[in-house]
């Protein structure tokens, strides 16, 4: 059990739920004691208490009765403004309006923010999941945490029966990787929080109500293209900007591929503020250093390239490590070899304070349509979310189940109310691929350091999704903005394709998403 081997390894317990947090209605009697260990602080907040891990941030702006809180970090591209606090205490003026949810959509980062007033909590996450969170009621008291598994140890859970059946299936680590659906957790009594939804807790009862995106739109062409182009782009300048502030030592994490090309474009004009870097685990990842050291050395950025360790053996305490980082993620979500070391390598070698990726961008570069090369989708349904998630030819029963936990969820969180202009499948991407399976990575790799998305802005997303899905598919309002941004490294013309893109891949995988969509269950 790993609670025995943390108790004889002090040094090593900090790793546990690394960065995360805890809010809840009940007190934790004992800080020191397991899953703690010390490395946690208490504050309390109108009679909630939030417990942060060390390397973890809350903060909060109070007025007239209502507190305003942060968990994680946050940036404002609009108010041009690094100081959660700050921004919290602009927000606060429009607090208990419908302007609330305006303000929050302006926000750039990884957090989950709410409010409490008079006893009553309310909160969502950000705008793609990035900051992995969950809730629950247990025992008649609120949790909410970063970790289900933290929620699990502090109240004695068992993992769900359905749960564990899923993760037993043959495909359910091979096929976009190990996550779970709709908003399951390992706990039928915990659940994860889903992007654009808030959440409220007041007198023990739980409610929620989505409020993105919620207003139709026409599709952006011609002159009004090209100022979407420009008002996204200039977003993501202003981003980059408030990186370089609010880090010591920010650095982009660099490839050949469009969307960190993007954001490498975004930061041009203050270079000497950042540094790069690229890392080798995997053959196929040898044209993405090379592409990433040429634009480096084209416009003067220190690039370091980390060779990964292609065994555990000059990774001290590897298995114990392995062990952590099963337990964070609580046994849902095992790793190839190659993505552990990544990570405990880059955290002893790496001299980043916080990594600026470039996530979040698939959600409007239509990633399902390229995923399956597809220029059209299946209307909403269960079957096309269970489809989405994973395609579970082998076991019918299985997918039977998924279609019914899918229904479930689809009409709980109200994706009926959002404009058929924002098509399902791109929600899907942000928010079920990327809430369950992105939040959850990002919280995996937050052991090394922090990081941040200058794509992770509701209001970006938004003006993208205004561009023709064609353009989306293709990746042109990518190519727009890098050429709007820094045209020297446009006309580099450098793109490294992920293998997941080529067209023999979508072909193949098309035809099994074709035959599946007919299948009856």
Excluded at 188 to 205: C, E, F, L
Excluded at 277 to 300: C, R, W
């Amino acid at each position: 059990m790993l609670k025995k081997v943390l108790d004889k390894r002090p040094d090593l317990c900090g790793y546990l739920f690394i960065r995360g947090f805890l809010v809840s209605d009940k007190k934790v009697e004992n800080l020191d004691r397991f899953p703690f260990y010390g490395n946690w602080n208490e504050t309390e907040k109108d009679g909630y208490y939030f417990y942060t891990h060390k390397k973890a941030a809350v903060h909060f702006a109070s007025d007239n009765g209502v507190t305003l809180f942060v968990l994680g970090h946050c940036y404002d591209p609009f108010l041009m403004e690094i100081d959660e606090a700050k921004i919290l205490a602009d927000i606060l003026k429009d607090a208990g309006t419908d302007k609330y949810y305006d303000r929050i959509s302006e926000i750039t980062g990884v957090y989950v923010t709410g409010a409490i007033e008079n006893g009553k909590l309310r909160f969502s996450v950000d705008p793609s999941g990035m900051q992995s969170a969950c809730y629950g009621v247990i025992d008649g008291h609120f949790y909410l945490s970063s970790h289900p598994q933290l929620i699990g140890d502090i109240c004695s859970l068992e993992m769900d029966d359905f749960v564990k059946e899923l993760i037993r299936y043959k495909w359910y680590g091979r096929v976009m990787g190990p996550y779970l659906p709709a908003d399951l957790t390992p706990f039928a009594a915990v659940k994860r929080i889903v992007p654009s939804i808030d959440y409220t807790y007041a007198d023990g009862k739980l409610a929620h109500k989505r409020f993105w995106p919620l207003v139709p739109f026409e599709v952006a062409e011609g002159e009004e293209y090209d100022r979407v182009i420009k008002e996204a782009a200039d977003i993501l300048k202003k981003n980059m900007e408030l990186i370089s502030k609010k880090w010591q030592h920010p650095w982009i994490s660099l490839t050949g591929g469009i969307d960190s090309n993007t954001t490498f474009a975004a930061a041009e004009g203050i270079y000497d503020k950042f540094e790069t870097f690229s890392y080798l685990s995997a053959p196929k990842e040898v044209p993405d250093v090379e592409a990433a050291k040429t634009i480096s050395e084209a416009f003067g950025l220190k690039h370091h390239v980390y060779e990964i360790p292609e065994t555990p053996d000059a990774i001290a305490d590897y298995d114990i490590k392995v062990e952590i980082q099963r337990h964070n993620s609580g046994y849902v979500a095992e790793r190839k070899g190659n993505e552990s070391r990544k990570r405990f390598y880059l955290e002893e070698n790496c001299g980043c304070d916080v990594e600026v990726k470039s996530w979040v961008s698939e959600t409007i570069r239509a990633y399902w349509y390229k995923h399956y090369g597809r220029k059209s989708m299946p209307k909403l349904s269960a079957k096309l979310f269970r489809n989405l998630y994973k395609i579970f030819l082998a076991n019918r029963s299985l997918a039977h189940k998924v279609d019914k936990l899918f229904d479930s969820y689809i009409r709980a969180f109200e994706y009926d109310k959002i404009p058929a202009c924002y098509p399902p499948a791109d929600m899907h991407y942000n928010e079920v691929t990327w809430g369950s399976w992105g939040g959850m990575n990002i919280s995996e790799m937050k052991y090394c350091f922090d990081i941040t998305f200058a794509y992770n802005n509701r209001k970006f997303l938004d003006l993208l999704f205004r561009v023709p899905l064609e353009k989306r598919i293709s990746d042109q309002h990518h190519l727009d903005m890098k050429k709007y941004l820094n045209p020297k490294l446009y006309d580099m013309h450098i793109r490294v394709v992920n293998m997941k893109e080529t067209d023999t891949r979508a072909r193949l995988l098309n035809i099994i998403f074709t035959v599946n969509s007919f299948l009856p269950f």
